[in-house]
């Protein structure tokens, strides 16, 4: 039943490490989002994908590098991981690309760098 | 209970009291908006919408009000409930190249048994 799933909920790791966060959504959507929200919980869009293109990229660093294998998952896998990295990572889909309706959030991921 | 948003960002309430939580725009250009509510340990939900060609707009037991002039949006809690108690978060549709939601800061919510 779950809409918007994320994998794994919890990511410990150390600094300069590579780590993936998986995220497929069962809702038939066209557009997916990796969305970072900070220890005050300010929520930021970082990357939107519409079936499988880039749209948006938010002036991410290129260590981030999201991957749409299919229109129904998107990825993000982060190279040399950073302490500033630490972060819930929320992916979201949405039925079109065009913004009007509500965007389906996954659970999250907690990335903690050590 | 009320909060000023970006300057109060927790707001108290007992429970069955009305609340209201406001939230400031950034762009008079942003023509949609959305009210999200995220719980402890989960990723936002969405409450309720409005476009910019409304003034009020009223869902089960939630009513958002927007005020273009002063770029003012706000959610009003009306009987609220433990369940109601997380973080909501206001979001305007930015337009101008590729549409993107853009989320304010969040105001905590906490609603007293």
């Known amino acids: 039943d779950t809409a918007v799933s994320q994998t794994p909920k919890y990511l410990v790791t150390q600094m300069g490490n590579d780590k993936s966060i998986k995220c497929e959504q069962n809702?038939?959507?066209?557009?997916m989002y990796w969305y970072k929200q900070d220890s005050k919980k300010f929520l930021k869009i970082m990357f939107s994908?519409?079936?499988?293109?880039?749209?948006i990229n938010e002036t991410v660093p290129n260590r981030f590098s999201p991957k749409s294998p299919d229109k129904a998952h998107l990825n993000l896998h982060i190279n040399s991981l950073e302490l500033g990295d630490s972060a819930v990572y929320f992916c979201?889909?949405?039925?079109?690309?065009?913004?009007?309706?509500?965007?389906?959030f996954g659970p999250g991921t907690r990335l903690t760098v050590t | 209970g009320e909060s000023v948003g970006l300057h109060l960002p927790t707001l108290s309430v007992q429970e069955g009291d009305n609340s209201i939580i406001n939230c400031a725009y950034s762009?008079?250009?942003?023509?949609?908006f959305i009210w999200y509510k995220q719980e402890s340990g989960k990723g936002p939900q969405f409450i309720i919408d409005?476009?910019?060609?409304?003034d009020k707009r009223q869902g089960q037991r939630v009513t958002v009000l927007l005020n273009k002039t002063v770029k003012h949006l706000s959610l009003q809690i009306a009987a609220t409930q433990p369940g109601d108690s997380a973080v909501y978060f206001c979001?305007?549709?930015?337009?101008?190249?590729?549409?993107?939601?853009?989320f304010g800061k969040g105001t905590k919510l906490t609603v007293n048994p």
């Open positions: 979201a889909s949405s039925q079109v690309l065009e913004i009007r309706g509500e965007q389906y």
């Open positions: 809702l038939g959507h066209d557009t």
């Open positions: 994908y519409n079936n499988k293109e880039l749209i």
């Open positions: 762009n008079s250009a942003s023509d949609y």
């Open positions: 409005i476009r910019s060609n409304m």
């Open positions: 979001a305007e549709r930015k337009q101008g190249g590729s549409e993107k939601l853009v």
